[in-house]
């Protein structure tokens, strides 16, 4: 029997992640019309499930895109939004609006490259951001236990909930490739036995976007 399930969509494209730019909280501006349009596919999908079964609570991080493809996601769905700050991304510190390009080479790799090391002055490091998304994602898991949780998230947040519910040591050199409008699907099973187990149904869905890649590459 699947108790809990937590559902992340990764945000849909945004213009920093077109222009290259590292998306903190100064330079996020949200949405592209590509990523709109991912975002409205997704929720298509989503809409058919939450008619069959319906989702009780949507969290959204403060990012514009975040805010953007949850209220996207709510309207649809006719769901109330949650703002969580606890949802946000990883801090930036000085990196924010710099080339991402620019950044890696400064730091010698992307943020996990040296995951106890900051990749910008005031950033955060890749494992002290991990266990603190981690740790907020299992404070709501528990919150809305024997409930269906959605979320339109950062990669990195489906990144840590994949580290938390995995039980991946931090600094593992391994990866997860999180596309933007993607649904990735956790649920927690017991058994009649009374045992208790999360699974991974899905990482990074894309299937609802097949036509929308090949309308772009026509």
């Not at 907020?136 to 898991?141: F, T």
């Not at 489906?158 to 995995?166: E, F, G, S």
Request: proline share 5%; glycine share 10%.
């Amino acid at each position: 029997m699947i108790t809990t399930e937590l559902v992340f969509v990764r945000h849909g494209e945004a213009q920093c992640n077109v222009d290259g730019l590292v998306g903190g909280p100064s330079t996020c501006t949200g949405l592209t019309d590509r990523g709109y349009a991912q975002v409205k596919r997704t929720t298509v999908r989503l809409a058919a499930e939450h008619h069959v079964k319906p989702f009780d609570a949507l969290y959204a991080g403060p990012r514009i895109r975040l805010r953007q493809t949850g209220e996207i996601i709510s309207q649809a769905l006719r769901i109330s939004l949650i703002i969580d700050d606890r949802l946000d991304g990883p801090a930036h510190g000085a990196a924010d609006g710099r080339p991402w390009a620019e950044v890696k080479t400064a730091a010698d790799g992307g943020p996990h490259a040296h995951p106890d090391t900051p990749w910008a002055a005031g950033s955060d490091t890749w494992n002290g951001y991990l266990e603190r998304a981690a740790r907020s994602l299992k404070e709501l898991a528990e919150q809305h236990e024997g409930e269906r949780i959605l979320f339109a998230a950062h990669g990195e947040t489906v990144i840590a909930a994949h580290t938390l519910l995995l039980g991946i040591p931090l600094g593992s050199p391994a990866g997860f490739t999180v596309s933007h409008g993607s649904i990735t699907r956790w649920q927690h099973h017991l058994n009649r036995l009374g045992q208790r187990r999360w699974m991974l149904d899905r990482h990074n869905d894309t299937e609802h976007l097949i036509a929308l890649d090949r309308e772009a590459a026509s």
